[in-house]
Each structure stands twice: as structure tokens, then as C-alpha cells.
């Protein structure tokens, strides 16, 4: 069965992140000065054959272990996992999800 799985990718706490504070530096000056504590990562989308949902989660927690992720700097969490009954969301076309076509 097809599964999309979303995986979020982020340093961790108390790492220095230089784009949040490029971003969060500069947020005020285009007139958003109440924002703080900005962090950048990365949004992973994978479409996994899978047994089920388990087994895809387990795929993609061996995947971030062993290679999605620097251990030692990142941490990650699963976001979703879709599969082929939830309103067609684990089809998978190839396409970027892009609305405007």
C-alpha cells in the first residue's frame, strides 16, 4: 500500500541556528517586530510502499536515524503519515503539491 509520510528535521535545542536569526533579524524591518525565536529546518515528504502504517513508520524513524538526519546536531518528528483511504492523499503523482499547477 502507498503512504506519503511527512518528516520535520530540526536542530537542536540550544544550537546556534544562522538563518533563524537572519531571518528574525530582519522580520522587524519590514514591520513584523513581534516575532521571536525563529528556527529553520527541514520538511522531508517521502511516498513508501508499505505493509501498513507501521511498518512505514518504522521505515522512516530507520531512515532519519540513519540518514536523513545528523544525530549528533538534528533531531526529527514524523508530522503525518497518509495512507491510501485518507482522501487520496497517498497517491502518489510525482507532482510537488503545487496548486497553481
Known sequence: MPFRVELLVSLKVGLLDPQGQAIEGALPALGWDNVGAVTVGKYVRLDIEAES???????????????LTNPVIEDYRILEVFGPSENGSAEIDGSNGDATG
Not at 59 to 66: I, K, L, N, S
Open 53 to 67: 502504517e507501521d511498518a512505514a513508520r518504522r521505515q522512516v524513524t530507520q531512515m532519519a536515524e540513519r540518514f
